[in-house]
């Protein structure tokens, strides 16, 4: 079994930044892929980014996010984090973390999850 918790949400304004943990509990986290996704009010669970299993050498990102959000680990931590620069309204959702035997853009395939942290992002 495994326990994540998310924490770094909050209010910012657009153009601003915000760096979110992921923090893990229970079996191994280097063994683990992990991503992010976010649900915006009324809409799906969309993937944001995903990070590969052990040394974390793939990234993958959702297009939209491409170029600001940058997904990292920290197995020593049991930490995964995600660094949202250039933030717009849009960005505006809970953020979820994940945790899977392999980095997909599918979150039925993750067999772990956080609570949510919410992300308010103003104009």
């Known amino acids: 079994q495994v326990q994540l918790v998310e924490s770094g949400g909050g209010l910012v304004q657009a153009g601003g930044s915000l760096r979110l943990s992921c923090t893990a509990s229970?079996?191994?986290?280097?063994?683990?892929?992990m991503a992010w996704f976010r649900q915006a009010l009324g809409q799906e669970r969309d993937f944001v980014a995903g990070?590969?299993?052990?040394?974390?050498?793939?990234?993958y990102y959702a297009d939209s996010v491409k170029g600001r959000f940058t997904i990292s680990r920290d197995n020593a931590k049991s930490t995964a984090y995600l660094q949202m620069n250039s933030l717009q309204p849009e960005d505006t959702a809970v953020y979820y973390c994940?945790?899977?035997?392999?980095?997909?853009?599918?979150?039925?395939?993750?067999?772990?999850w956080g609570q949510g942290t919410q992300v308010t992002v103003s104009s």
């Open positions: 994940a945790a899977g035997w392999v980095v997909t853009g599918a979150s039925g395939e993750y067999e772990y």
């Open positions: 229970g079996r191994t986290f280097s063994s683990f892929g």
């Open positions: 990070i590969s299993r052990w040394s974390g050498a793939s990234t």
